[in-house]
Each structure stands twice: as C-alpha cells, then as structure tokens.
C-alpha cells in the first residue's frame, strides 16, 4: 500500500467555487479509482483560495487482477451449417482484441451461445496515476471557466503550479505544459517562496510553517476566532459581541489562506439607516461582521477579516473605516433621498419596469397581484381586504428606490420601512415585506395572514403567466426559478392551514391576464399537475411515507391541506394488520372493475349471501363515513372503512364476478366500483401494500 499527494495550484479562487470544486475533487478520485479497479484507504481534500489538495491513504501498488466474461451472439449466427465461423462471430472476437479459436460455446435459457473469457493483469499505479491526474484536473466543472495565455485549456483560475507525489517521489506528468513537481508555494504575501512537500502526513504541517492553513474547517475556526479576539481587544467585551453570520463566516474562510481580524468603527450618525441596510452595506460589500450589543442592537463598529498580517494595525484600521464610509455615505445618501417621495407616488413608475416582456410591465402584475389578494382574503381574511390590496398595491413599488437599486437583497425590508415612513398601518408595512418570504428554500415564513396572501398572489401569477406562455422549467433550464416559487405556494399554504382550490384559483389567475396567455383547461391541469411534482417531491424528502404520498395525489390533489391530512391518515393506519389485507383485496378489486365507472347496485340482482353481506355492509358504511369525509375526518373514515375487511374476504371467497349473467356480472361489478370510489376519496390504498 502507499500514499497519493496531488495539490493543483491556481490564482485566487471565488469563494462560492472552493466547496463544490473540492467535493468534485473527491467524488471523481472515487469514481476513476473505481473504474480502474484501485483500492484506497482514506480520501480527504484540502484547499484555500489558491489551492485544490488530494490525500489518499492506502492506495493499492497495482491493479487487481480481473476476469471477464463477455456475451457474443448465438451459436447459430456465429457458426454455418458446416461448422464454419460466420462474419459475427470473427467480428465479436475481432473487437475484444481475441481470435475465433478463444470463443467458448455456452448454455444459456435462451440456447447456446458464443462467449469469450478474457484475463487481465492489473497495471501497476505508476503507470495509471499520470493519467488520472489528468483526468481529475479535466474533471472539474465550475459556474465560469477561463483560458489564459495561450493555452487551450480552462480552469476556474490560471493553474500555476502542480503538486503530485506518490510516496514522496514526483509523478511524472505535465498538464498544459507545466511538469508536475514537489514544490507547493507558502502564503501570497507571507512567505511568497517555493515549498517543497514531502508526503501526506506532513502536508499541513509544512504549509502552516509558510502562513498557509490548508484545512478549511480549521480555518473556519480560526476566523471566528480572530473576530472575536478582535473585538476583545477593542471594545468592552461585556458590552460588544460580533453578530456571526454562518455564511459570512464561510465566505470570508474561502477569501483568505490565513485570518487576522481587524476591528473599526463608523460615525454613528450611520445607525439612522436601517439595520438591514447597514448590514448589507458591510456584509455584502465588505465582507465585514456587525458588532452589536447585548440586547443585539447595532453598534457603530465592525470586524474586518485580512488575509496578512500587519505591523500597523491603527493604519490597516483606518483604511477600512475609510472604504466602508464610502460605501455608508452612498447608503445614507439614498436612503435619505428615497424617503422625500412617497412609496404610492412611485406606483405609476412601475410601467418602466418589464415583468416578462409577453407578459407586460410591473404595473400589470401589481393590478393583478391586488385583484388576486383581494379574492383570497375575501376567504382567509374577509376583516382585512383593504389592508391586503393596500400591501399588495404597494408591494413593489420599493424595486424603484435607490436603496433597493443598489442593494436589490433589500427589496421589501425597504419597502417596509419606507411604508412606515409614509404613515401605512404597521400591517401593511409588515405584509410588503413577508410577501417575498421565504426567500430560498427552508427559510422563513410569512407571519402575518396579509403577507403570506399578498405572496401567494404574487407567486401564483409568475407560475400561471409563465406556464401560460410556454416558459415551462426544464431539467437544465428554470430561468424565472419556477420549482422554488411553487414550493414556496405549497409551503405558505401549509403552514397557514389554508383550503384551497388550486385549479379554481390558477384558472382565476390565467384569466385577469386575458389575451396574454394560454388560459384553457389543459394549461390549468398542467400547472396544477406540476405544483403536484413538487408536492410528492418535497413530502418525501421531508420524510413523509412514500407510497401514502404517492396513494393520495395519484388519486386527486387540488387542496395541499386536504392532501396532507390524507397522507397522515393513511401513513398512521398502514401499520395494521388488517388494512395490509384490505390494500391487497383493494389491488384486486381495481384490476378486475378495470374501467367500469357505474355504482349503481341493483338489490333484486344479489343472489349469494356474501355479495348481499358486503353490499349491506356498504350501504351502512357509506352513510357512516361520508360526513366525516366532508369534516376532512380520515382517521375515523379509515378506521370505519377496516370493517369492509371481512366481507370484501368472503365476497372473492365465494361469489364469481365474471358471471355468464350479463346482469348479475354488471351489478357485481358496480358493488365493486362503488367500494373502491369509497376507498379513493381517501386514495388509492392498492398503493399501500408494504410496509
């Protein structure tokens, strides 16, 4: 066994391509070694923003040796009537690099056949690694790539050197020109000099020595560490603490080889912006850290993370507060520029921004987004629709600040501010800035009933208009992001428990856009069709149980609430003995009705007493079950639905549904549909066989 040490060095990386590049790095190792039939022991990468590490451990000196047995055509097609071999069978042996004389003939359950048996000896690892070092530096796939001088090669970065060792000795390869050695370079401003690597153990340990912290979850430690000894020494730390923010805290590992954190301060006239505009200002522009108090309120300072040390840290202080004034004098210069003009005053403005260009400006979208609030608060707010169109009409009338131009993640928590500064209700204030909740997926939810319509409204339109001009998302391309609006619809309608139609309201939707769209029945079901995939997709990767997901939507799915009170129901009664009997029974029952549609069952036409007792039991069920279906009851309808168990046994025990009697087989067929029609208000139970 032996050891792998292969370090691909680059100018600075961005910070988002470090993670997924280094993970890539892992996978295809895996992957290649696989297929080159390698065995390894530990596979672990490192990396910074100027470098991308692999170290494997215990990888096998060679090849495993291997034997393959691979299937040719008949014997018949690959001999003639004289025993002669045919062009198939010297065109099989031919392409396995084999003569006709290495062909076995074969038994097999569909007749004999031709087979070659082929041995191969392993290679030995030094003469595979060079070119899967290639094929692992070809491998990458980054968001943007470049070239660099003449090269014809692309990388996320020019590549400027090449690391790989295998047991201490160089492999030799060369990618693009440049020769693979052992000499790593120290940190860019530090020790900015060659540094020879030696093997896995100590990789980490020479780099630290040149100012390089390889591993980037130690890194990430020492970041939080260094901000928080900044402030330490800075402030008074039983008033002062970094507000950390996790992604901020990643991003800032991935910009650095090695953290000093600096501590500055602003003017405090800076704290009349708002809090969300001043942290953005810092955060996304800067990368810097808010520092708050105790009661985790706003203080006129940050944290600033360097990637070198400084023998002046008064001087490297002064010139961050230096950059982030600029940056803060722009954020209060508009935002005190905005608030002179009303967010109503705007509201025309709106025509001079395009929603979708066949679907017309912003404005339009906005009379729309009101006429829709209004109707879904007619029903899940009728105490508020003034207040739910007043939001909605508002609601994007903060896209034409200067704030939320320069800052475009601001929009709505300017709107919200800027709406309490034109004197609106706290709640439409409020509802202008939950309607762009959640933001991404798993993030926060809309509090208020106002907001959470107001952004319903406003996602069911980009759905319906999208659909209903053809923009349906495929598997590579979702350019108005239409898989996360429509788990986001499905996510604000559960969490407020809200019954709702989604065909009735999407079919609303499509027609306030009049001759615009696609408003016919077959767009509708597709949109609702699609909102479904989402559904049944989400349910399970939230764990929800499969086949009771899959028992309910393939049946109806219209009312995400209705459905999810179904698919409890039946994942809590699955367990049972006997509803595993009935799903069995049920399977039976919908392959032999096949399409029979009729219900209607025909007294005088019973003539066995089992058919006679599942009827009876039937008829008394149905009028039992039926009001708690409408009650949306499905744990006492299962419940009472278990009793057909018995009856349903002996109904295929000993009655013949393919009667010779037309009649009698027709009604045995409708006391069967009408059993199963009972069974799919719920779902498809026939789905629920295992457990």
Not at 96 to 114: C, F, N, P, S
Not at 447 to 474: H, K, N, W, Y
Request: glycine residues 6%; charged residues 25%.
């Amino acid at each position: 066994m032996s050891e792998l040490l292969f370090e691909i060095g680059t100018e600075e990386l961005p910070a988002g391509f470090q993670k997924p590049a280094l993970t890539q790095l892992k996978e295809n190792f895996i992957r290649l070694a696989g297929e080159l039939k390698l065995s390894h022991g530990s596979v672990l990468t490192l990396g910074t923003p100027r470098r991308l590490a692999l170290l494997v451990d215990d990888i096998a000196e060679c090849q495993s040796d291997f034997r393959e047995e691979v299937m040719g055509p008949s014997r018949q097609a690959g001999f003639d009537a004289d025993g002669n071999p045919t062009k198939a069978a010297m065109g099989f042996a031919r392409s396995r690099g084999a003569g006709v004389d290495d062909l076995q003939v074969v038994k097999t359950e569909k007749g004999e056949y031709l087979m070659l048996v082929q041995e191969t000896r392993g290679v030995a690892l030094a003469e595979l690694l060079p070119d899967l070092l290639k094929d692992l530096i070809h491998g990458f796939s980054f968001p943007k790539s470049m070239r660099w001088g003449s090269s014809a090669a692309t990388f996320a970065r020019p590549v400027q050197w090449i690391v790989a060792l295998h047991n201490g000795s160089v492999i030799p390869f060369s990618y693009e020109g440049m020769a693979a050695s052992n000499m790593s370079r120290g940190h860019r401003f530090m020790a900015n000099k060659d540094v020879e690597l030696k093997s896995v153990a100590s990789y980490e340990e020479i780099l630290a020595r040149y100012f390089v912290d390889v591993n980037p979850a130690k890194r990430r430690t020492a970041v939080l560490t260094e901000i928080e000894e900044a402030v330490a020494s800075t402030l008074d730390s039983a008033i002062a603490k970094v507000a950390v923010d996790e992604t901020l805290v990643d991003t800032v590992c991935n910009l650095v080889e090695k953290p000093f954190g600096v501590c500055g301060s602003f003017d405090e006239k800076f704290l009349e912006l708002p809090d969300e505009a001043l942290v953005t200002s810092m955060r996304e522009h800067q990368k810097y850290f808010p520092v708050v108090d105790k009661e985790n309120r706003l203080m006129p300072n940050f944290v600033a993370v360097n990637n070198t040390d400084v023998k002046d840290i008064a001087l490297t202080r002064t010139g961050h507060e230096r950059v982030l004034r600029a940056r803060l004098e722009d954020a209060f210069f508009f935002f005190s520029g905005d608030k002179k003009q009303k967010l109503e005053e705007r509201l025309d403005a709106l025509t001079g921004i395009v929603f979708q260009s066949k679907l017309g400006t912003m404005l339009e979208k906005t009379d729309r987004i009101v006429k829709l609030s209004a109707l879904l608060a007619d029903h899940f707010a009728p105490d508020a629709v003034e207040e739910v169109c007043r939001a909605a009409r508002l609601c994007k009338t903060d896209l034409l600040t200067d704030m939320v131009g320069e800052f475009p993640s601001l929009q709505g928590n300017m709107g919200c501010v800027y709406a309490l500064n034109d004197g609106e209700s706290p709640d439409v204030a409020l509802a202008i800035q939950e309607h762009y909740y959640p933001k991404r997926a798993g993030a926060e939810l809309p509090v208020s009933d106002l907001g959470a319509i107001v952004g319903l409204a406003d996602r069911l339109d980009t759905l319906s208009g999208c659909f209903g001009i053809g923009q349906v998302p495929t598997g590579t391309a979702d350019p108005f992001g239409l898989r996360r609006i429509a788990i986001a619809i499905l996510h604000i309608i559960e969490h407020f428990g809200w019954n709702l139609s989604l065909a009735d309201v999407v079919h609303k939707v499509l027609s306030l856009y009049g001759d615009k769209v696609n408003g016919s029945k077959e767009t509708v079901e597709q949109i609702v069709t699609y909102i479904r995939g989402r559904f049944v997709n989400d349910q399970v990767g939230r764990g929800a149980h499969q086949e009771a997901v899959e028992a309910v939507t393939s049946v109806d799915f219209d009312d995400v609430n209705d459905a999810l009170k179904k698919i409890a129901a039946l994942t809590a009664i699955r367990g049972k003995e006997d509803f595993s009997v009935l799903a069995a029974s049920f399977k039976r029952i919908r392959n032999i009705i096949k399409d029979n549609k009729a219900t209607v069952v025909r007294e005088e036409l019973l003539t066995e007493d089992a058919e006679k007792k599942l009827a009876a039991v039937f008829e008394k069920l149905s009028f039992e079950v039926e009001p708690m279906l409408e009650r949306y009851d499905y744990n006492d309808a299962l419940a009472a639905m278990l009793s057909l168990k018995g009856p349903v046994d002996q109904f295929f025990n000993e009655v013949m549904v393919m009667a010779e009697d037309e009649a009698v087989r027709s009604n045995r067929l409708n006391l069967l549909t009408a059993v199963s029609t009972l069974f799919l208000k719920v779902g498809d139970i026939s789905k629920m066989q295992s457990n």
